[in-house]
């Protein structure tokens, strides 16, 4: 199993990018996706997530409202587009697939579990700075 986020680049305050993991070895519409960013000397985040199926999203508080979180089960790929980009958006972004067969997102003391999340990909640096 492979997963590949790419996508990332430099971008400025207000602006869009679109991130994309594709997969080999695991056909994405049967678990859960989550896309998880860390930036430097921070904890990983969990930014959002699409349950199996295409079926319930999550959105962390952050980034709620701005990203959107979407599956092309033709191309097996999971997108991640973000808007109205803030500087506190950098970090570098991971997509990570939860490998219970027919997983939904699982949030625990309100975040994404992590945890719960088998395949992950190599991350794609995102930076938002004028």
């Known amino acids: 199993v492979q997963l590949q986020a790419s996508g990332g680049g430099l971008v400025q305050p207000g602006g869009s990018l679109r991130l994309s993991c594709a997969a080999s070895?695991?056909?994405?519409?049967?678990?859960?996706i989550g896309w998880f960013r860390q930036a430097p000397g921070k904890e990983r985040e969990g930014v959002s997530c699409?349950?199996?199926?295409?079926?319930?999203?999550y959105y962390a508080d952050s980034v709620k409202g701005r990203f959107t979180i979407s599956r092309d089960n033709a191309k097996n790929t999971v997108y991640l587009e973000m808007s109205s980009l803030k500087p506190e958006d950098t970090a570098v972004y991971y997509c990570?697939?939860?490998?219970?067969?027919?997983?939904?997102?699982?949030?625990?003391?309100?975040?994404?579990?992590?945890?719960?999340?088998?395949?992950w990909g190599q991350g794609t640096l995102v930076t938002v700075s004028s």
């Open positions: 990570a697939a939860d490998g219970r067969f027919g997983s939904r997102c699982t949030v625990v003391a309100g975040t994404l579990a992590g945890f719960l999340y088998d395949y």
């Open positions: 070895g695991i056909i994405l519409d049967d678990y859960a």
């Open positions: 699409i349950s199996s199926s295409a079926g319930s999203t």
